[in-house]
């Protein structure tokens, strides 16, 4: 069985604890390998290795840091068949989507290679004569990425990235269901010639890696994308500093009676059980126009009926195995509730072969405030609500505490127009599922999905710099504002 190790100052090590935990393939139960169950002296060892490179890291021009990042993509780019392959073992996703994960890797650090040669300031006049003021992005310092496993290369890679061409230094702790992607995407980064100490790894366990990071004082910003009841552990325990949090979704599409239904079939499929409905995005709320429900319900089934489940290596696979037992527990929760509040249209069971599998399941009949029209499930079950017409649809959606990701399918622009005006969510699709995202444009939630911050695109780059404001007076005598003689 292969041992997998911590990086740290640029060398492969092995955890002071002395112990392993094991990466389990979901689709079949089995390790994948054996990784360092990193601990506190782990972390302080990586922290010391970052503040030792941070000088030297933040004073390399941005546009040369921006050289490594492109090179990063190209590696990433020439393994990207084998880093798909290995993803899917590691955590279940089907190859189309495994393939998908590394390719937005790629495309966020081409991008943020780019933003080396941006990081914009802004100019603006001062309000006294020969006296100039603008402001430029620096560094955080010390930064903290802690990730999930849904997007085990994407969302590490939207955190390095642009904290890389921000001029920060890295500790990096992979969640422990997928380390071994982490892993590759390390390797990668010191493939690419990124110096010593300015990328650093520890695996293992939240309490003890997860824990110390959000704690230490000497990280400067903390990047983390998880669950909410993480999220808000983290944001009692941080102390003073910058923090990013990208948190849960109850995501809805709703469906107009003027919507094209097969378009909308379509794309409700692909945002429920896409990842196996374990994305932030996906769809778990369809709040259907009542004179379309049926129709669309008869759609949906019909069509998920059909999605082969299966392990995501197969060719033929459309959904894959959930991340691990204690995420097959949890659906076969909400699907007993949902028996109690809806009704069952398909699915509702975990197949019964090795492997965390779940059938995809939708249930109808249900009301806005019952309880799996509230909570993420974070599986493939969804909950479908007819209503009377958009201002109603409008208000549903809105009734979760969370606000990430929306989507209305109408044909009718005033309906569309509404919709984009008064949905309370980060991101609004007209036409188009849940999910997708693009790496040029910001992404994010707003209420319980996260504290404000976003990433990816321009904005992604104020999380990992601070603004830093500059006044220069060539007046040559001493020149006071707000009008002080
Ligand atoms: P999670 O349990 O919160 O874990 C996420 C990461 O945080 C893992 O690396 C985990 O380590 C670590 N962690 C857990 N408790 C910690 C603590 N007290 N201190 C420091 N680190 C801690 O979330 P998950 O189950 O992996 O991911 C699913 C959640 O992520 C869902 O709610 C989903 O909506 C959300 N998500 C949000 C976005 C977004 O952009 N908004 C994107 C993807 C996923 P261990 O693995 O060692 O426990």
Not at 11 to 33: C, E, M, Q, V
Not at 221 to 246: C, D, M, N, P, Y
Not at 262 to 287: D, H, K, P, Y
């Amino acid at each position: 069985m292969a041992e997998y190790l911590n990086y740290i100052g640029g060398k492969w090590t092995r955890s002071t604890s002395g112990k392993t935990f094991d990466s389990l393939n979901p689709a079949t139960g089995k390790s994948i390998g054996k990784f360092q169950a990193g601990n506190e002296k782990d972390v302080e060892k990586a922290i010391d290795a970052a503040e030792k490179t941070l000088n030297e890291w933040k004073n390399t021009p941005a546009p040369k840091r921006g050289e490594y990042l492109l090179e990063i993509a190209r590696i990433l780019r020439k393994n990207k068949e084998k880093l798909a392959e290995n993803m899917s073992e590691e955590m279940g996703k089907i190859m189309k989507e495994t393939r998908g994960d590394v390719q937005e890797a790629i495309d966020i650090f081409e991008y943020m290679a780019g933003e080396g040669r941006r990081l914009y300031g802004h100019t603006t006049p001062s309000e006294l004569q020969h006296k100039m003021a603008f402001t430029q992005r620096k560094p955080v310092g010390v930064v903290g990425l802690i990730t999930p496993w849904n997007f085990p290369m994407a969302i590490p890679a939207w955190k390095i990235s642009p904290a890389l061409i921000g001029g920060n230094t890295i500790v990096f702790k992979p969640s422990s269901d997928t380390p071994r992607t982490a892993i590759q995407l390390v390797e990668i980064i010191e493939e690419a010639g990124v110096p010593a100490g300015v990328v650093n790894m520890v695996t293992g366990d939240a309490q003890y890696v997860g824990n110390t990071l959000v704690k230490s004082p000497r990280i400067r910003g903390l990047s983390f994308t998880g669950s909410r009841e993480t999220g808000e552990w983290i944001t009692q325990h941080a102390g003073v500093k910058k923090i990013g949090l990208e948190l849960g979704g109850k995501n809805a599409i709703i469906v107009m009676d003027d919507a094209d239904l097969e378009l909308a079939t379509n794309g409700i499929i692909w945002g429920a059980f896409g990842t196996t409905g374990q994305r932030c995005t996906a769809c778990s709320r369809v709040i259907v126009h009542e004179k379309v429900a049926k129709a669309l319900e008869e759609m949906l089934v019909k069509k998920t009926l059909k999605l082969k489940v299966g392990d995501g290596r197969n060719k033929n696979t459309d959904v894959g195995p959930l991340i691990n037992e204690k995420a097959v527990e949890k659906s076969i929760r909400y699907a007993s509730i949902g028996r109690k509040e809806g009704k069952l249209l398909c699915g509702g069971k975990p197949l019964d072969t090795a492997g965390y599998f779940f059938e995809p399941t939708i249930f109808t009949q249900v009301k806005a405030r019952a309880t799996i029209a509230q909570e993420e499930i974070f599986g493939p079950i969804l909950s479908i609500i007819a209503v009377k017409n958009l201002n109603e649809a409008i208000r549903v959606c809105n009734s979760v505490e969370y606000g990430l990701s929306s989507s209305i399918y109408t044909n009718d622009l005033t309906n569309a127009m509404h919709a984009i005006d008064q949905i309370e969510a980060g991101i609004t699709y007209v036409n188009s599922s849940t999910i997708g995202a693009e790496v040029h444009l910001p992404f994010g939630g707003i209420k319980k999905t996260g504290n404000g911050t976003r990433e990816a695109g321009i904005e992604g780059i104020h999380e990992f710099t601070e603004t830093k404001t500059v006044y220069i007076d060539y007046s040559g005598k001493l020149q006071k504002a707000q009008g002080i003689d």
